[in-house]
């Protein structure tokens, strides 16, 4: 079963919009972490936002805001007030306790966003 | 610098060929992670190390596979014997505190 599951392959919105990217995950630890990263064309990644598995509040940052809803096991990234810069691909990402301090990211497959003017 | 940075940034590597990849983390960050992102995919977790100690190699997906960091610094990842599945774009971060830094990657072809 995958760990990190992105059903939108490819968004097409309209610049100015708001956008919600899905992001659904499986873990049976209690903590872990969420993240969302932002990859351009350039093929670096860009973090975007974190979310705590004891976050009571949805994490924020500038435009990027994280829809936490831990019983549906759902991080989904709201993009506000969405512009040409955003077009990347973005990915969802989870860190879970692996023991022994290893603690890398299992990503998901991403979702290729693009805005038209 | 400032960031990850990584070389070289395109390596073209004829099948069979030995290829060795750089990674300079940010400076001070103790954890250091290695990726492999195939096409069209999201990157997978290779090998991870904190100063120079290797604590995680099991998504190395062979033997031909090996990563160091001798200084608790710089990391090489090196492939011997190149294979065309190896071709993807190699990915290094760096970690402090919750945030994973990316470098820009390494985009290997084997030919």
Known sequence: ?117 | GAGVSQSPRYKVAKRGQDVALRCDPISGHVSLFWYQQALGQGPEFLTYFQNEAQLDKSGLPSDRFFAERPEGSVSTLKIQRTQQEDSAVYLCASRKGSEAFFGQGTRLTVV
């Not at chain 1, 209690?30 to 976050?55: A, H, N, R, V």
Request: charged share 20%; proline share 3%; hydrophobic share 30%.
């Open chain 1, 1 to 117: 079963a995958q760990k990190i599951t992105q059903t939108q392959p490819g968004m097409f919105v309209q610049e100015k919009e708001a956008v919600t990217l899905d992001c659904t995950y499986d873990t049976s630890d209690q903590s872990y972490g969420l993240f969302w990263y932002k990859q351009p064309s350039s093929g670096e990644m860009i973090f975007l936002i974190y979310q705590g598995s004891y976050d009571e509040q949805n994490a924020t940052e500038g435009r990027y805001s994280l829809n936490f809803q831990k019983a549906r096991k759902s991080a989904n990234l709201v993009i506000s007030a969405s512009q040409l810069g955003d077009s990347a691909m973005y990915f969802c990402a989870m860190r879970e306790g692996r023991g022994g301090g290893a603690d890398g990211l299992t990503f998901g497959k991403g979702t290729h966003l693009i805005i038209q003017p």
